[in-house]
Structure formats: C-alpha cells, structure tokens
T-cell receptor, first 111, second 112 residues
C-alpha cells in the first residue's frame, strides 16, 4: 500500500506559466516533507522542504504548500522554465524514520 | 564540501552472480540510505544505516544486504542476481534520519 502518492505521472506546462505538482500521503506520523528533482542518469537533487509546523515555504521560484488536514502537499514553480523539465519526487519523513518517496511526476516545460 | 560518491557508476553482470556497490557519504553525515530505481516504480527504499547499525529496511528479499563502516562509508551487496535486479541503485546521506538526504549519481546495474 502506497503511503505517498503522486497521482499525475506527467505534466506539461508552457514556459512562463505556473507548474503545480501534487502529492498525497496517508501516514499522519509524517512531520517533514521534501521535494526532489531528478534528471535522467543522475541522482535526485534536493529542492525544498517543509516541516509540519508550517503550511508554506518559499525558495525563489519554488514554493511548497502543506495541508495537514488533507494530507496533501504541492510544489509550485513560477515562472516555469525549460530547464525545469525533469522528474519531481515528493518525499515524506521526519521523526518517524526513513523517507518515503512517491513515484514521481515528469514535468515538461515547453518553450 | 564533496558530495556523495558511488562506485562503480556502471556495472554489467550475469544472472546468478553477486555484486557489491559502494557509497561514500558527505563528510559529517552518519546516515546512509539505499534505493532502487526502476522505470515506473519511483524510488524503492532498500535500507538505511546510522552509526553502523541498520535502522530501517524496505521490502526486498534477503539477497539484498548492506553494511556501514565506522567511517560512515557503506556497501550494499546483491547475491544471486536476477534479470529484475537491473536498475539504478542510489545512495543518499544525511545528518539525521528522516530529513534532507543528498543523493549520489547512482550505479547503473545491468543483469544479462
């Protein structure tokens, strides 16, 4: 049973527009949430994180939103750039132990 | 600060053989985790080590094993290789269990 779900395997967005990637989790014990970006043949790169005591965290063009009651987090990229094209993984973890990753969403940003 | 390094980067083995992959974490990081990535399956958690002790283990058969040394370097071993073991094996290190992990480039294992 998947504890962390990314229900959209792919997303296509026009350059300059907003990209919204979504992630749902089932385990209420998770208290730390992260997003990673992965290019082919490379390891994932840490992007941004948020702890359960916050509902929003921004870093430049990237913003992560956390809705604890809905067990949902999202990553907003504004404005989207062609170089953002990659696979994005959400991960849930914290004091309960190891990180659990979703299966990823492939983002394509078209010029 | 040097990142996570993994060796070898590419490996080709035949069914039935065994393989050992190596990971050197970021200096100061005591936690090392291993993941298997296959197309469509995302990152499947294998195991996690902290201070030479296995703290968590994923749902993989006993053919997959690992260890961590006193300098935090880690190795994972896969015995009796099967075709389905072909994957990208990723190692990640962190200061604390369950928080930001930093990944190495991975080892691409092909089993023929």
């Amino acid at each position: 049973d998947q504890q962390v779900k990314q229900n959209s395997p792919s997303l296509s967005v026009q350059e300059g527009r907003i990209s919204i990637l979504n992630c749902d989790y089932t385990n209420s014990m998770f208290d730390y949430f992260l997003w990673y970006k992965k290019y082919p043949a490379e390891g994932p790169t840490f992007l941004i994180s948020i702890s359960s005591i916050k509902d929003k965290n921004e870093d430049g063009r990237f913003t992560v939103f956390l809705n604890k009651s809905a067990k949902h987090l999202s990553l907003h990229i504004v404005p989207s750039q062609p170089g953002d094209s990659a696979v994005y993984f959400c991960a849930c973890g914290g004091s309960q132990g190891n990180l659990i990753f979703g299966k990823g969403t492939k983002l394509s940003v078209k010029p | 600060k040097a990142g996570v390094t993994q060796t070898p980067r590419y490996l080709i083995k035949t069914r039935g053989q065994q393989v050992t992959l190596s990971c050197s974490p970021i200096s100061g990081h005591r936690s090392v985790s291993w993941y298997q990535q296959t197309p469509g399956q995302g990152l499947q958690f294998l195991f996690e080590y902290f201070s030479e002790t296995q703290r968590n283990k994923g749902n993989f058969p006993g053919r997959f094993s690992g260890r961590q040394f006193s300098n935090s370097r880690s190795e994972m071993n896969v015995s009796t290789l099967e075709l389905g073991d072909s994957a990208l094996y990723l190692c990640a290190s962190s200061r604390i269990l369950g928080y930001e992990q930093y990944f190495g480039p991975g080892t691409r294992l092909t089993v023929t």
